[in-house]
């Protein structure tokens, strides 16, 4: 069974920083990419990210390019999403997510999310 | 603002047949398939359909996809109460090179 298990959720203060990650199994982690998925309080779904596993290439929309970093270790099937100094306005619900294809924008699993409150 | 364009909200009694829209540009819709979420709060979003069309295991029939140019839609028959979520259309874009949303539908089930 394909699953995607994300760390918890965490409680930081602006400035501070923090790296969350989503565990693959159940299938072959550095066949697929995985994407990160942003949820803001109220608000809909927003892509951050990409990765590779197989190369660790990876690329950002332009709206968090600078300002998180995506890696992914495949000797241990583990994505991470990573912030060097959280703002107030990361808090938000993240979300790892397998690319159904090479080449194709479908998120076919999804990891449970990951809270990230930050206060100021 | 989101790169895709759905309608905020859309309601329905049960039994009833809704559609949601979703509206792009050549860039994205235009030149590359389009996909649905279903999400509930509190839990992950499931894949709902995928390549314009293509419903994954499980999904009931209910559901279906299309697209015509730069636009799509879900339409979803036999309402039930349990449908009662928000939508997402999702995409890729080639001109931003990654991943596009709709701003997300809230369905309400009278």
């Known amino acids: 069974e394909v699953q995607l298990v994300q760390s918890g959720a965490e409680v930081k203060k602006s400035g501070e920083s923090l790296r969350i990650s989503c565990k693959g199994s159940?299938?072959?982690?550095?066949?697929?990419?995985i994407s990160w998925v942003r949820q803001m309080p109220g608000k809909g779904l927003e892509w951050m990210g990409k990765i590779d596993p197989s190369d660790s290439g990876a690329n950002y929309s332009p709206s968090f390019q600078g300002h998180v970093t995506i890696s992914a270790d495949k000797s241990i099937a583990t994505a991470y999403l990573q912030w060097s100094s959280l703002k107030a306005s990361d808090t938000a619900i993240y979300y790892c997510a397998r690319h159904k294809y090479s080449d194709s924008s479908v998120l076919d699993y999804w990891g449970q999310g990951t809270l990230v409150t930050v206060s100021s | 603002q989101s790169v895709l364009t759905q309608p905020p909200s859309a309601s329905g009694t049960p039994g009833q047949r809704v559609t949601i829209s979703c509206s792009g540009t050549y860039s994205n819709i235009g030149r590359n398939t389009v996909n649905w979420y279903q999400h509930l709060p509190g839990t992950a979003p499931k894949l709902l359909m995928f390549s314009d069309d293509q419903r994954p295991s499980g999904v009931p029939d209910r559901f279906s996809g299309s697209k015509s140019g730069t636009s799509a839609s879900l339409a979803i028959s036999g309402l039930q109460s349990d449908d009662e979520a928000d939508y997402y259309c999702?995409?890729?874009?080639?001109?931003?090179?990654?991943?596009?949303f709709g701003g997300g539908t809230k369905l309400t089930v009278l």
């Open positions: 999702e995409g890729w874009d080639d001109s931003l090179n990654g991943v596009v």
């Open positions: 159940g299938y072959r982690f550095n066949t697929y990419w």
